[in-house]
């Protein structure tokens, strides 16, 4: 089975941290990774996306032009990846920044109130693992053990105080998701 998996949205929205998460993830679980991450110099407030690739498989490229999942964060990373998502994928969006909701019938449409839940809660930077745990909802690619442990990984020592409260949020993503 092979997982071909976009994430898009502005810098700083936690992108391509949630992609490496993905990517540690399946390397836990002994999956063939890619993780191809694209973001122009501006980095933090400029459009960010990474491309995940989990496979069985050996992947034979890092590069695609359509994706079963789309993960889209904001407005320009909709129109552009909204209709690069095969027949039949899914696309899950946070509604915060979204002006104009995805309008495919072909796809299943998932939308995740993370970033109003994050900021409520008083843990912004838990957004992205808000809309990992939704996606990990709608489609289990790697399991949650191993998202923690790929989260572990990621963090540098001095964070890893925060696996509790990042846990939390990917649970809580889990409950927020719901079909558009």
Do not use: C
Not at 31 to 60: C, H, M
Not at 90 to 103: E, F, N, R, V
Not at 153 to 172: F, G, Q, T
């Amino acid at each position: 089975m092979q997982h071909e998996i976009i994430i898009a949205g502005f810098g700083g929205q936690g992108v391509l941290s949630m992609g490496k998460i993905l990517a540690y993830s399946g390397l836990t679980e002994g999956k063939e990774v890619s993780w191809f991450p694209s973001y122009g110099p501006e980095q933090r407030g400029g459009t960010a996306n990474v491309t995940v690739i989990l496979s069985d498989e050996r992947i034979s490229s890092p590069v695609l032009n359509e994706y079963d999942i789309a993960i889209i964060l904001n407005q320009p990373s909709l129109e552009k990846f909204e209709k690069a998502v095969k027949p039949g994928g899914i696309l899950i969006y946070d509604g915060h920044g979204i002006t104009q909701k995805p309008t495919r019938k072909d796809i299943r449409i998932f939308e995740i109130d993370a970033m109003n839940t994050a900021s409520q809660e008083g843990n912004a930077k838990a957004f992205n693992m808000i809309v990992l745990g939704g996606m990990l909802k709608t489609t289990p690619v790697v399991k949650i053990e191993s998202v923690l442990a790929g989260l572990k990984k990621s963090l540098p020592e001095r964070h890893h105080k925060l696996l509790p409260m990042n846990e939390k949020a990917i649970l809580r993503g889990m409950e927020l998701i719901k079909a558009v």
